[in-house]
């Protein structure tokens, strides 16, 4: 009967489709109020900022939802964004310079980075900061720095407990998630946005707290601050061939439109950048352009919630649409670019809207509120590299389900558009910025579709452990073709059974010590030994791997045997790899037309 193993491993685990534990019903409960919370600091946030737009342009002490554009402060309201852009720039230098821009770059750098730990004075200012820059004129969204609290909120609550990096990931995207719900009441959504942009992967262990924690902030949205949708539209009668074929060319605009737009973001930042003064300062000068363009046209100033609402019900026509474009698109890029704190999803609904608007007037069918659906499905799913998330954003924001179709197409003709046209969308060229590479095109990793069984060398270099250590080395040094082209040597006992691996290094150090006469080579060679079988992935192989920090296994035949069956080195892990980039690179016309291929290991996945 074969021995135990020497290192007494119970084998591999069972294969199957999902890796996910128990452990995610732990974090399921977790969400629960984490998505409380999320739902509780968007209310407060979004009182906040009118109660400080209010003050700051009406003269009033006031919660309630009114437009900067009923002020009648004159040339005065100017002032009133410079003011709060300068608070805005004092609170980035003396607390905390993670509250400038949107957010989510922010959020992004802590997943990839930061081990998905966030300060908490960066929970408390981000908002803070946010509302007064908002609430003073400030032409963004409220949707960048709730992800960002949110986020921070989840992170800070797993903090409490003993989590792994990658669980604290899922608690922080699920606390984003649940602020993004609860502002705008689109839960769906903002598990989309959490998938596509957040979490870097798709697993039930991230996906189901997430989901958890922004069904959850929608619940408690509703006494909060009422139910969905907060831009109702009346339905559109079921679209026509001609109709998807218009939202195809608003979709390919809204792409060219998004990819200029992040441009001009970026080329306003390099402006500031230029400047001989202090970047706590840059914000101040960005709030003069805003109270300029809100002098000129005030529906730049604020969230502009109900010019969004406007756009959809296809109130905005002509050349209010034009003018509207080009204000809000140069203020919020200066606005942006200088540094101040805002949201990017509120001006890029208002801006595709006009966009979409403006395209549909060349559709002799549809109507204006459609092609603004349209619009600004295709400019947030382009310029955030998030299509389903655009989608689904306006379907929840509207409850149009007949658009559906319109909406899909848009703003899958906008992404296509702006991955042709740019690297980076405009949330990760900051992070470009900082010398920070993200990659956003997942896919199922080729070590988890791989066997070790389709790698393996099944002619390992075996020797007797009773071979001494002299005439193993001399046969190395010799060129012996079943020994030298390995790193490592598998030593196997009477019963030609695993008894140890002697490595290169192993060898040397026997050499050097003078013990190669006198030893054997089991004398010097590892006994207590990671093994792995042919059936288990590679993934899990490579794992052995990574906690023992060797660089090769013997394949045994299964759990409990001592049977020698192949060596999988670093080498055979690469030819997995290398399999796929041929997939991916070589084009050739298939093994029925070519009569070719079919036999060539090197064109399909194991």
Not at 200 to 227: D, I, N, Q, T
Not at 311 to 322: A, F, P, Y
């Amino acid at each position: 009967m074969e021995k135990a193993l020497p290192n007494g491993h119970a084998g591999p685990p069972s294969l199957g489709d999902f890796s996910t534990n128990r452990r995610v019903l732990f974090l399921s409960l977790m969400a629960v109020p984490i998505g409380a919370i999320g739902a509780v600091v968007a209310k407060l946030l979004l009182w906040l900022i009118a109660v400080i737009s209010n003050g700051a342009y009406l003269g009033l002490w006031s919660s309630q939802v009114l437009s900067p554009r009923m002020s009648h402060l004159g040339l005065w309201a100017i002032v009133v964004p410079v003011a709060g852009s300068m608070v805005v720039g004092l609170m980035a230098r003396y607390g905390s310079e993670k509250i400038r821009g949107h957010g989510i770059p922010e959020a992004l750098e802590a997943i990839l980075l930061g081990r998905s730990l966030i300060d908490p004075k960066v929970a408390i200012l981000k908002p803070v900061s946010s509302a007064i820059s908002i609430g003073t004129g400030g032409p963004f969204g409220a949707e960048g720095p709730i992800i960002m609290t949110g986020g921070a909120f989840g992170s800070i609550f797993a903090q409490f407990f003993h989590l792994t990096a990658s669980e604290r990931k899922a608690l922080l995207t699920a606390g984003a998630a649940a602020g993004m719900s609860a502002v705008f009441a689109t839960p769906v959504a903002a598990i989309f946005l959490s998938v596509e942009l957040l979490l870097f992967e798709w697993k039930p262990r991230s996906l189901v707290p997430v989901s958890v924690a922004a069904v959850v902030a929608s619940l408690v949205r509703v006494p909060l601050l009422g139910a969905g949708p907060i831009f109702p539209v009346p339905a559109h009668s079921s679209l026509s061939a001609w109709l998807l074929l218009g939202a195809l060319g608003v979709g390919v605009v809204a792409g060219l439109c998004s990819g200029a737009l992040t441009g001009l973001v970026y080329f306003c930042e390099d402006m500031f950048a230029k400047l001989p003064i202090h970047w706590m300062w840059w914000p101040a000068l960005g709030g003069l352009v805003v109270g300029v363009g809100g002098v000129l046209d005030p529906r730049v100033l604020g969230v502009g919630y109900d010019t969004i609402h406007g756009l959809l019900r296809g109130d905005l026509i002509g050349m209010s649409l034009v003018t509207l474009f080009l204000a809000k698109s140069i203020v919020w890029s200066v606005a942006l670019g200088s540094g101040t704190s805002g949201g990017v999803l509120a001006p890029l609904l208002m801006i595709g809207g006009a966009a979409g608007a403006l395209c549909g007037m060349a559709v002799p069918a549809g109507d204006p509120g459609l092609w603004a659906m349209v619009g600004m499905a295709g400019m947030m799913g382009g310029t955030m590299r998030s299509p389903f998330t655009g989608m689904m954003f306006l379907l929840e924001l509207t409850h149009d389900l007949s658009a559906l179709p319109a909406l899909l197409i848009g703003s899958i003709a906008a992404y296509c558009v702006t991955v042709l046209l740019l690297r980076r969308s405009i949330l990760t060229e900051k992070l470009a910025r900082r010398g920070q590479h993200v990659a956003r095109e997942y896919a199922v990793d080729v070590f988890e579709l791989s066997r070790v069984a389709d790698v393996m060398d099944r002619n390992p270099p075996v020797a007797p452990a009773t071979e001494p250590v002299a005439a193993l080395s001399g046969r190395i040094a010799g060129g012996d073709p079943a020994l030298a082209r390995r790193q490592a040597t598998i030593l196997l006992d009477a019963d030609g059974l695993l008894a140890g691996i002697l490595t290169r290094g192993d060898l040397m150090r026997a050499l050097r010590e003078r013990a190669a006469d006198s030893r054997t080579a089991l004398d010097v060679a590892a006994t207590d030994v990671e093994v792995t079988y042919p059936d288990e992935t590679l993934q899990s192989a490579f794992a052995r791997m990574s906690r023992r920090g060797v660089g090769r296994l013997p394949v045994v035949e299964g759990p409990g045997s001592r049977k020698v069956v192949g060596y999988l080195g670093r080498a055979d892990l690469l030819a997995a790899r290398t399999r796929l980039i041929a997939e991916e690179e070589r084009q050739e016309k298939g093994p029925l037309l070519e009569g070719a291929g079919a036999s060539d290991p090197t064109l399909r996945l194991p």
